[in-house]
């Protein structure tokens, strides 16, 4: 079995050959290319682990790689080998996010060391990461959630969706309904919004002249998926189990029952057993959207994917507003120190707006946003935000809920001091209903 898929990028024939016969004989799955061009068409075409390079190519230099490599779907972790090193090299190098610099001529046991140290924390391409499209990471709790959605793919069993805001639940909805057999539609409908039009309408339709059909209508023969479920109001609650229990349903003021055979795929974010305790949700209808439970985790909770996701959604962002720009080793770390409560989808807007608004190629730790680099700083945006607040009030609830109101395991669970958790409640006024 291979240790990883490494490519080899050196213009001299007899270093190449070299580099290929020890990695080779380390396990090591090796390609080789004779310049930068070649290496960046063999990245473009296939997934490697690591690419060794060298500094000094023709048609494209090792930094041009470096800097093209992270562009790639998957971008692979990167050592530059030259005879030419310098200091300002080296740490271009190291900015660009080169994992190690060697000068020749080197040790080959020190280069196979540092070849299982790279790939080591590198996640190997094809060993874990989810099947599902538009997920990225390799934790076992994504790989769990994946192997659920892939197993009832093509069951007509309703499925909840459960996790923080932020932490994909559209995309493994709609990943579900993709790979699915399922011919028609995916229809969204948030159970939260507060629009003009009424909720029954945009869900069941309006009978009449001028009607329109409603989400189950235009899911027919699709998925219907509705997000932030625990927020559907107690009638409509009613109106939806009818639904999942007989397939029928009228429009808004008619009296013709209608049929639809939509899958029906449902999302939350906070605990409906506690809301149905609380008797503010159905509790036949949530065993009945129940059938399956898919449990996505918080970003904290999967730290070992941060490095996967940042280089991805670096790609994404560089690949729509035609940029080229890495963030720097300390920016990474005050990323990494960061608690993420708005997820993977605030990663993803964080560094969007880094890569926008980036003065150089690099993203330096001053250019990434106050509420990130210091959250609880006076005056930055999104920790003193409502919609922050509100993300950290739920979790507050959540975790209180789940542990009973006991102070103590919820604070153990939320990571924080038992003090921290006092001030937080009285903060937000959260007491335990009698």
């Not at 093509?154 to 923080?164: A, T, W």
């Not at 996967?308 to 720097?328: I, K, P």
């Not at 509100?390 to 507050?396: A, F, W």
């Amino acid at each position: 079995m291979s240790m990883g898929k490494v490519l080899v990028a050196e213009d001299n024939a007899s270093m190449r050959d070299v580099l290929v016969m020890a990695l080779e004989a380390s396990g090591y799955e090796v390609s080789a290319a004779e310049n930068g061009e070649e290496a960046l068409a063999r990245l473009k075409g296939e997934p490697f682990d690591l690419v060794v390079s060298d500094l000094k190519m023709p048609k494209l230099d090792g930094m041009g790689l470096l800097r093209a490599s992270r562009e790639v779907r998957q971008p692979p972790a990167f050592i530059m080998i030259t005879a030419h090193g310098s200091i300002a090299e080296a740490v271009e190098a190291t900015n660009l996010g080169a994992v190690d610099f060697i000068e020749k001529p080197f040790d080959l046991e020190k280069l196979e060391f540092i070849v299982a140290e790279a790939i080591g924390a590198h996640a190997p391409v094809g060993s874990g990461a989810s099947p599902l499209e538009g997920v990225i990471g390799s934790s076992a709790a994504l790989l769990e959630a994946a192997d659920i959605i892939q197993r009832v793919a093509d069951s007509q069993l309703p499925v909840l969706i459960v996790g923080e805001t932020g932490t994909g639940k559209q995309v493994h909805a709609r990943a579900l309904h993709e790979i699915g057999s399922r011919k028609g539609e995916f229809v969204r409908l948030d159970c939260e919004r507060s629009a003009n039009e009424p909720l029954e309408s945009l869900l069941f339709g309006v009978d009449g002249k001028g009607g329109e059909a409603g989400a189950l209508e235009k899911a027919r023969d699709g998925t219907l998926f509705l997000d932030a479920v625990d927020r559907l109001p107690l009638g409509l609650q009613s109106r939806l189990l009818r639904y999942l229990q007989d397939k029928c349903f009228e429009r808004e003021g008619g009296t013709k029952s209608l049929t639809s055979n939509a899958r029906v795929v449902a999302a939350t974010d906070r605990d409906l057993h506690a809301l149905v305790q609380a008797q503010a949700f159905r509790e036949d209808l949530y065993y009945s959207i129940n059938a399956v439970t898919v449990s996505l985790p918080s970003l904290r909770d999967h730290m070992e994917d941060f490095a996967s996701l940042l280089a991805y959604f670096t790609e994404r962002a560089n690949r729509e507003h035609n940029r080229h720009v890495a963030f720097s080793p300390r920016a990474e770390t005050v990323l990494r120190a960061y608690d993420w409560p708005g997820n993977v989808l605030e990663l993803k807007n964080v560094v969007e707006r880094c890569v926008v608004i980036a003065a150089g190629d690099v993203v330096s730790e001053s250019e990434i946003p106050e509420h990130v680099r210091n959250p609880l700083a006076r005056g930055s945006r999104a920790s003193l935000s409502n919609e922050m607040e509100d993300i950290e009030k739920r979790r507050l609830v959540d975790a209180l809920e789940k542990h009973q109101w006991n102070q103590t395991r919820a604070a153990r669970a939320l990571r924080i001091g038992r003090t921290s958790l006092q001030y937080k409640m009285k903060k937000y006024g959260l007491t335990k209903s009698r």
